[in-house]
């Protein structure tokens, strides 16, 4: 049967840079590595809208996001938290584990934190280190305001450490233009490539930290890493296949140039939105992103049914995740997707619903996508 | 020019598992990945001789190597490391980074561990909790006698942590058999994989010391996997293109037989020995392995110069690492190579040592490798 991957990663890798991948194993120490590395270094800056480098390791996105949380902070230090779904309980798990002292802003799934919340945490928890949030969070749709988050911790001690895994080259994330400090992500969404790179980019002021950090690390070491770099290599063996990709993904990327990226996932989520508003569905997120369209799953209907519906016509979505399991299914268009990946996501989604018995008026939802694809 | 890939790791990956790795990326949270991952657990037990689930990272071998230290110990607890090369030294930064204390058993570049030695170091420092070896130390070609150390180690509490990343799959490390606790090993090596993937295997007494051991941990935290890898799952998003093409190279590694494949790494490994000895060449290692050949660049020819000029013809090997640079080159034999690797790699190196002046009589490295392949 045929395949269509539209879960919010691992995404759709161009074919093109399938067969870039399969070309003969290279060695990493040699001049043709160090050529290629010099260019996703630059284009890497340029996705991240950085003037710092920007770190790279082998291992999936959460390797980043214990690097931020071990290369900035020091044990006992107190950190705020952001969770409003399992990406930002990830954080804290990850300060947990390492004997941070966490104050939580806890936002009920689908919400986005407002930033005066951000701001009386800030209040309440004086001589905090750093504030960690999601800039996508993939388990719910939602997106939260970096953009202020960052106008209020800028004015603190502390900094802003971001998951950008399903942001980064989906929704503008201007990280020195806003003030970001630490962001990170993962090859596997906007990317456009296999799991198994993760990035972390880091400010002047992140940067400054790193020395001061007495949390314990070794394989996620920002300062061997950044020096490595600096020589076009990698501390350790890097995933040398997953870079050659990286190298055609960045360049896919900024040939179509930043703000048309946006746009594109702007529109295509607007006409997902659209489609499944159409068939009488509620949206998950009260502010949904461009990653993906997470959906209420109507009474009575398992939002598990649609996902295994739906891979019965050979279409791969994703379910919620832990306690939101069973109450919403989560429809990607995120990297390598294109507007008919959005008409056969609701066209498919039209027929599975019927199935399970739910009232559904066949094309309403993709013609409710095509008119926002047409205008 | 035409490519040949001789440098122990990353190593060659088969044509037909790079295309099967160039396949449309396919989500790890379906049946399709679950039956894919069941197939590689139950083949990974067969490669690493143990009964135990190997877990299985996105991350350079350095990432499981990692996983051992913080899953096994405590802050402040004694271990010994065995420092005979840049690997070993990496079980001891390690274990530093991490706050233990170190009690070094350092032998010469080049050299193996006298297992006495390490006897006397568990006498000078009891109660150490772990002893870390090389099996393959790769920076100098030497192989250490993992079964002596196990004999010895196991009659004391000391767990035996073994770096087995170009040991797996080239010579025969029964771990339950002799005893090794800890196993890690990496994908780039005899698996004939691009980098990316780690593994750890523990013993049933290493998995007793794990709830006991109070290092921080979280991308690297045994538990957490092994609870994952019960579902055929991974607790944070797999390398998934890597995986797929590990189910190939695991059945390619035991379709041949595991005793067949340590044999065609032995002939081969005495055939490249033969030729740089014919040639009037000095092996660095005293008890050299099976996985490359470490030859000791000859007086007032700088190995750097080997490397480089190998590479002018379109093979890369490796030079010394550290303070070894320019001392010796090293040629790997190991994975997805043949006898015609070994006849190209000499072939080509009496070529480049007699544009540097060194005296050859052209064939006669080539002819010694014959002979020891033709028996």
Redesign the interface.
């Known amino acids: 049967m045929k395949?269509y991957?539209l879960?919010p990663?691992?995404?759709?890798?161009p074919p093109a840079v399938?067969?870039a991948?399969?070309?003969?194993?290279?060695?990493?120490?040699?001049p043709e590595y160090e050529a290629l590395f010099a260019d996703v270094r630059r284009d890497l800056r340029l996705l991240f809208q950085c003037k710092n480098e920007v770190l790279m390791?082998?291992?999936?996105?959460?390797?980043a996001m214990?690097g931020a949380v071990v290369n900035t902070l020091s044990p006992g230090d107190r950190v705020i938290v952001v969770r409003g779904g399992k990406f930002g309980e990830r954080w804290a798990?990850?300060c947990q584990?390492?004997?941070l002292h966490v104050f939580p802003v806890d936002i009920p799934y689908g919400k986005s934190v407002d930033p005066a919340a951000v701001a009386g945490a800030l209040e309440r928890a004086p001589a905090s280190k750093a504030v960690f949030a999601t800039h996508s969070e993939t388990s719910t749709g939602a997106v939260h305001d970096i953009q202020a988050l960052a106008g209020i911790v800028r004015r603190t001690e502390a900094l802003l450490v971001v998951d950008a895994i399903t942001s980064l080259g989906v929704m503008d994330l201007p990280m020195d233009a806003w003030g970001v400090d630490v962001a990170v992500s993962?090859s596997?969404k906007a990317l456009m490539l296999?799991?198994?790179l993760s990035f972390a980019a880091l400010s002047d002021r992140a940067w400054e930290r790193v020395p001061l950090a007495r949390?314990?690390?070794?394989?996620?070491?920002f300062v061997r890493e950044r020096k490595a770099i600096a020589g076009n290599q990698s501390a350790?063996?890097?995933?040398?296949?997953?870079v050659v990709g990286l190298r055609e993904t960045l360049r896919l990327i900024l040939t179509e140039g930043l703000p048309g990226v946006f746009a594109r996932h702007d529109r295509l989520a607007r006409a997902a939105r659209a489609g499944v508003q159409a068939l009488g569905l509620t949206l998950f997120a009260e502010h949904p992103g461009a990653a993906c369209t997470a959906v209420t799953a109507p009474p009575g209907i398992d939002g598990g049914a649609v996902v295994k519906g739906m891979?019965k016509r050979g279409i791969?979505i994703?379910g919620g995740q832990g306690s939101m399991k069973g109450k919403m299914f989560r429809i990607s268009h995120m990297g390598y997707v294109d507007p008919f990946d959005v008409v056969t996501a609701l066209g498919a989604l039209e027929m599975v619903l019927a199935d399970l018995g739910y009232p559904v008026s066949f094309g309403a939802g993709v013609g409710a996508a095509q008119r926002v694809l047409q205008a």
Request: net charge neutral; no cysteine.
């Open positions: 395949q991957l879960a990663g691992p995404t759709p890798v399938l067969l991948m399969a070309q003969p194993m290279i060695h990493h120490r040699t390791f082998a291992a999936s996105g959460t390797g214990e798990d990850i584990a390492y004997g993962g596997q296999p799991p198994g949390l314990p690390r070794f394989y996620f070491d350790y063996t890097p995933a040398v296949s997953l891979r791969t994703a």
